[in-house]
DNA sequence: CGGCACGTTGACGCTAATCAAGGGGAGTGG
DNA sequence: CCACTCCCCTTGATTAGCGTCAACGTGCCG
């Protein structure tokens, strides 16, 4: 199954190609330039792998590359809170100022990373204006995504958030123009959607079989198609 | 009451008059500062008083100078979380980097900010290592803060999201030594308490009710008394 | 005095958790 | 090839936690 999920669709990063405007090419091209190289590595990982763990020192900075990956908490009896999911292009940058990490990180599909030097990183920044402004309008988007998904835990119904949580991912991998019954590769499974949630994969079950029924959108091995846009627009986007 | 709130605890900032390592004191000093001067405008609220409203473009960042805040978001049919509390000395630098903010921020008391130009603050982090890494650490902290909130909305118990709240608030006013039965000055309304843990007033009130009973902390007119510390550490942190 | 905001308490109801059983697909080993 | 296991999903029955509605007390203020 997890070896199904990967194989399929490439997961390939939307952003590298063209490049402009995101801070991961941006590191990624300052390796060649001689003031400020940033010293960085490439990585694999296998679906469910945990690529950071919670209070371990980290030293770099990683993009994601190809893959999808979650953040997230896990207490010590075992409740989990999956934080972000992390797509292809995106940065985890958390780790730039943190001395130690207060979350984890897994990968769901077959995942490639690239690994960043975190002083270089710094030093890179410090005197460039716009690596200053791509790395600030990073952290602006990771506080943006996480702020909304407190709102979703602390005050939207299970169908809110779950319906909240399918349109931003489609949003965010099919660049913002969906169309009926488009199919879309989708690899969370209903066990990590209920701990983005905060609801169990019992519940989630539920409120997909009923979005199902009422044909607003299935999900049915690692394909989301949504039949009625309208509607999960207007179950998901009360602002 | 929101004026008798305001009126018997002082609410001043613990990091101003030592200023080290504070991005908050960098900043206040940086006016003086020749090659860089960040412009800087002090500010008054009343208590309840929205001071920054979503979906305004701010171009300054503030900084807390006296008084408790709240960052929130409300959504349309009138639902509110409030996804952090701005103590003395916190700066709120969401600002910095986004074009549109996506919350707002009321005064809880009476509160006095320092609100400092967002250029300025961009230009002088720019060329400051030190600098640079006070605002890394400012966001750092920001996330932890907001990530640690998911987990509690998503994962804990009502009991465990108002003791964790307590103590991590506590922990913050009273720099990390809490002793039996000290009281700490604490403006927070039910309400507040209600709207940052995810649960309605009245559920709040019958928590606090079985903590009152069970002698373990006591919440009356702004003052908090913590009775047992071992026992709200307990409820509170597991990780 | 009346009005209002805050807190408290009780009765009741709904949302989602828990417990449990079973189906289906994929991989494994005989 | 089939039996077996494992993981994921589904569905039903029951329960618990928290929300909703409502009433009331208190302190403050006009």
Not at 49 to 78: H, K, M, N, T
Not at 196 to 211: D, I, K
Request: net charge positive; with cysteine; aromatic share 4%.
């Amino acid at each position: 199954m997890a070896l199904k999920r990967q194989q399929k669709p490439e997961w390939l990063c939307r952003k590298c190609p063209s490049g402009r405007g995101s801070l991961c090419g941006a590191l990624m091209r300052g390796e060649t330039e001689e003031q400020c190289p940033v010293r960085q590595i490439s990585h694999s990982a296998a679906p469910d792998e945990v690529i950071y763990s919670r209070q371990a020192p980290a030293d770099d900075v990683f993009a994601v590359c190809q893959g999808w990956a979650l953040r997230f908490v896990q207490l010590s009896d075992g409740r989990r809170q999956n934080l972000a999911v992390l797509l292809p292009g995106d940065l985890c940058i958390a780790a730039l100022f943190h001395e130690r990490l207060h979350f984890s990180v897994e990968a769901i599909t077959e995942l490639r990373i690239t690994r960043f030097s975190c002083a270089d990183v710094k030093k890179r920044v410090l005197g460039n204006a716009r690596m200053l402004e791509l790395l600030g309008k990073a952290c602006a988007a990771e506080q943006r995504d996480i702020d909304e998904r407190a709102v979703d835990l602390g005050r939207r119904t299970a169908e809110e958030r779950v319906m909240g949580l399918m349109l931003s991912l489609v949003n965010r991998i099919s660049g913002h123009r969906l169309l009926p019954n488009q199919h879309h590769a989708f690899p969370l499974l209903q066990r990590h959607i209920a701990d983005l949630t905060g609801l169990t994969h019992v519940h989630v079950s539920r409120v997909m079989a009923e979005f199902r029924n009422a044909g607003i959108m299935t999900l049915s091995k690692g394909l989301l198609t949504i039949a009625n846009p309208t509607e999960v627009e207007k179950i998901a986007r009360l602002t």
